[in-house]
Structure formats: structure tokens, C-alpha cells
């Protein structure tokens, strides 16, 4: 049996991916800075062991990350979320029996850097909106001509993003960022698993309701349009990309799909694919597969689109709508083979739902607080 350590624990998608490696008997051990977190619960998970957070001490982390790959003798790490950007460095520090679903350092920054993204999508022949560094001329230049965005190049979750009106003075951020078009029409997300420049299999989705820049509850695009797909195949064969990828699209004002950041770790398009062709893409990536689609339409995180909900509700915003998604479809984390986890998700939780009632967050920035990488080097 082989084994594999999945690296974040707190997450639905930390769960999901535990659930899909043991249908293809996988032991899975699952690595987390909470002593208490989501994926403890479910049966799928062989052991939980804790962890030190990269923030603020990545060497630490990657230490006991090693520590737990040799004591559990485990042959694969999975990244879960943001704590991928960290993984990287893992790269010719673990045994070559190890396999890290994990790109090399350099690869992986061109993709999370947004402006390094962007260049190498358009160096590809692919359609991308006009982007620049913020503290360039050509950003002050756009800016005073046409609507736009200025978020940092290396966030994640939605931090600092703000957008603007054409003519606004740029505003000014303490890290590197970027000047990019706003594009007015509508978001659309994907997940895809890739294999030596191949795309193995790809969801479409669409959030429906959202928590800060994060959905948690979302639809799935049964039949995503044809250039969308095709963008997304030609950027894996130009980069000739291997693990997760997962694209932000949006529509500009004639309705084309451009791709506004790239996120190469999971999303929440992971909990529409079904378990046994999520763990074949990932234990067996060179095997010809396609994803197939869970039954399920429209799915969601039940608590965080509960207090997204409640919080429009008393600041005045529509939240009416939202009551069909609460009421009328699973939450990601059930399962009735492995009830626990959704049994107890408050428990489990509630580091998440303290940060987000008590200290205003939103869900993206509770769950990334103590993983995320926004600095070259950590």
C-alpha cells in the first residue's frame, strides 16, 4: 500500500482529496498547524500529525514535514492550498522515492506571481487583459483612461484588491503590484489536474455565494464553452505544466473569457470530480483518463455561506437569493459512509469561524492566515 501525505487538513478540499487517495487503498496521513481541524475526523485519514506553520518560520515547517514523511514512511505529498508555496521548497531536500505533486520553485512562481503569469500566458499567443506593474508608466498611463484593479502580485484570497474608476490616482501598496483592466462581465473559475504539459481532466464552475473573493457555494458548468477549454490546454502544453492548476476567468465588455490570475493548487472545482478518477490523476498521471462529474449540480460549504448570508442580512445587502443554495444542496463535506467530519464541523471549525464572527475575515483570508506566501523566499 502506498502512502501519501496530504499537507493541510483544515480545508473541505484537505477532505476531499483524504477520501479520494483511499478508495485507490492509499494511506493517508494528513499534516496541520491546528491541533484541531476538519480532516481528523474522517475515517480515511490513517493519522494526523501536527505541524509548525511556515508563517512565520517556513524552515521549521519544511523540517517537520521531512520528520513526518520518514517516520510515516510516505512515497507522495499532495498540497491542499496557499501552504503549496512552501512545499516547493521541498525539491531536492526529500529521497528520490519520495514524489512531490508539487511543481520546482521556479515554475511554480511564475505561475502565483500575477504579473509574471500574465507575461507568460501572452508569450504563449494567449488572449489576457492588459496588465502592468503598478509603479510603471504604462500603469499610470491605463489607469487614466480605463476602469481597472490594482492588487498585490503576490496575494492570495482576494488581499488587497481594490478597483477603480478610470482617471483615479493609482493607489499606493507596501509589496509589488499590479494594474490590471476591470473586466465588468461574469466570473467563472476551473480546477484541473495536468501531467507533463497534458490536461488530464478540467471543471468549470461558477461561484454563487461568496465570502470576500472566495465562493462557498458553487455550480458546476456541465458544458464550459470550447475556447475556455482550449485556453486552458494550450497554456498546460506551453508550460508543460504537471499537478493542479486552476484558472480565475472573466468576461470583458464584448464577452470574451480572459484569465485574470492563475492558482496552481486546488479549488473548490475539486469536490465535483468523482473521488476514483481524482485519485487516479494523482497516483497514476500518465494513465489515459478523463474526469467524469459527480451527480451533484451545486454544492456548498454550509457554515461559511451561513454567516456570509447572516452578514449580508444585517449590513443590508440582498441575501434572499442565498436561501435556495443553504436549503437546497450538500455541503461538501458530508458524506454518509464518513459522517463525522460533517457531524462535528462546528468543533472541528472553529478556529475558521472564530476568525471570520469574531475578527471580521473572510473565509479565504481565516484559512490562509498562518500558510500563506507573499514574499520571494517566504
Known amino acids: ?86 512545499l516547493s521548497a521541498l525539491h531536492g531536500r526529500v529521497p528520490d522515492s519520495v514524489r512531490l505533486f508539487v511543481p520546482a520553485p521556479e515554475r ?37 483612461r480605463e476602469d481597472f484593479i490594482v492588487k498585490p502580485s503576490l496575494s492570495s484570497a482576494g488581499k488587497g484588491l481594490t478597483r477603480h474608476c478610470a482617471g483615479a ?50 455550480e458546476v458548468i456541465t458544458s464550459p464553452e470550447p475556447a475556455l477549454l482550449e485556453w486552458i490546454e494550450g497554456f498546460v502544453a506551453g508550460t508543460g505544466h504537471s499537478g493542479f492548476l486552476s484558472f480565475d476567468f472573466r468576461r470583458d465588455s464584448e464577452g470574451t473569457l480572459l484569465p485574470m490570475e492563475c492558482n496552481p493548487r486546488t479549488t473548490s472545482g475539486i469536490h465535483f470530480v468523482e473521488p476514483e478518477d481524482l485519485a487516479r490523476s494523482i497516483l497514476e498521471p500518465d494513465a489515459p483518463n478523463r474526469f467524469r462529474l459527480r451527480g451533484e449540480r451545486v454544492l456548498q460549504q454550509f457554515y461559511p455561506a451561513l454567516t456570509e448570508t447572516q452578514g449580508a442580512l444585517f449590513k443590508g ?19 454518509r459512509s464518513d459522517p463525522w467530519p460533517f457531524l462535528l464541523l462546528p468543533v472541528a471549525s472553529w478556529e475558521i469561524l472564530r476568525r471570520t464572527l469574531l475578527r471580521g475575515q473572510s473565509f479565504g483570508e481565516a484559512t490562509t492566515e498562518d500558510i500563506g506566501w507573499y514574499q520571494p523566499g517566504g
Open 108 to 144: 511554480l512562481l511564475a505561475l502565483h506571481d500575477k504579473l509574471a503569469f500574465n507575461r507568460l500566458a501572452a508569450g504563449l499567443g494567449l488572449p489576457v487583459p492588459e496588465t502592468h506593474p503598478l509603479d510603471s508608466e504604462a500603469a499610470r498611463a491605463f489607469a487614466g
Open 169 to 218: 490616482g493609482l493607489p499606493g501598496l507596501d509589496e509589488p503590484g499590479i494594474v490590471q483592466a476591470y473586466l465588468p462581465g461574469e466570473e467563472l473559475s476551473s480546477f484541473s489536474v495536468c501531467d507533463q504539459g497534458r490536461v488530464i481532466g478540467t471543471v468549470v464552475y461558477q461561484g454563487r455565494i461568496i465570502s470576500g473573493t472566495v465562493a462557498v457555494c458553487f
Open 317 to 335: 445587502r440582498a441575501w434572499r437569493g442565498n436561501l435556495q443554495y443553504l436549503f437546497g444542496c450538500r455541503d461538501v463535506c458530508w458524506a
Open 1 to 86: 500500500m502506498s502512502g501519501a501525505l496530504v499537507t493541510l487538513g483544515r480545508l473541505p478540499k484537505g477532505l476531499e482529496l483524504a477520501r479520494a487517495l483511499t478508495t485507490a487503498d492509499c494511506r493517508v496521513v494528513i499534516a496541520e498547524p491546528w491541533s484541531w481541524h476538519l480532516s481528523r475526523l474522517s475515517k480515511s485519514v490513517a493519522a494526523s500529525r501536527r505541524v509548525r506553520p511556515p508563517n512565520p518560520d517556513p524552515e521549521a515547517y519544511l523540517e517537520d514535514l521531512c520528520a513526518v514523511m520518514a517516520e510515516e514512511n510516505l512515497d507522495l505529498l499532495v498540497p491542499v492550498s496557499e501552504e503549496i508555496m512552501h
